[in-house]
């Protein structure tokens, strides 16, 4: 039940700022408060894992594979929320995930990834300056290897956060 619930709170935050963009980064912002309030570790896994996207994209952007109208040499805020949104849904369902081999996530990540921006070109919140096709294929490579570094990320996040407990017998 959790997994529906929370995948289908993503997808209305996915929809919230790939159709609204500018005009419901203040909705997208909230909706992130929400998860960080119910889950504080959101805010590391927000603060680890965006990076990657951010950089990412940022790097499709410079090279032609995707573009915002507005045309801009970087990504904008809503877009820049979107990450923050991802992250913190796959680090809700971190336990899922992580349950599951790297390969079979990652091909589910590059499938997934790649579906939603082809999804909001369609609906017109990105554009792909390059042919459709290529670009696709191009997205299903990134994001597999967005996928696979993600993953990788969360497995160090879930250390890092998981308390310690005492060798020594209690004390």
């Not at 300056?129 to 160090?156: E, F, G, K």
Request: some cysteine; hydrophobic content about 60%.
């Amino acid at each position: 039940m959790r997994f529906v619930v929370i995948s289908l709170l993503f997808n209305v935050f996915w929809f919230t700022a790939a159709l609204g963009q500018s005009s419901t980064q203040w909705l997208l912002v909230a909706m992130l408060a929400a998860a960080i309030f119910y889950q504080r570790d959101v805010l590391w896994a927000i603060i680890t894992l965006t990076p990657i996207g951010l950089v990412g994209d940022n790097l499709l952007i410079h090279f032609g594979w995707l573009a915002t109208e507005p045309a801009s040499a970087w990504m904008p805020v809503w877009l820049v929320l979107l990450w923050c949104g991802f992250c913190a849904f796959v680090w809700l369902l971190r336990k899922i995930i992580l349950a599951h081999s790297l390969w079979a996530m990652s091909l589910i990540g590059a499938l997934g990834g790649a579906s939603s921006y082809v999804a909001g070109e369609r609906l017109g919140a990105i554009v792909f300056p390059q042919p459709w096709l290529t670009t696709s294929l191009v997205l299903v490579a990134v994001w597999a290897v967005y996928s696979v570094i993600l993953i990788h990320l969360m497995r160090w996040l879930v250390d890092k956060t998981q308390p310690t407990t005492l060798a020594s017998g209690g004390e």
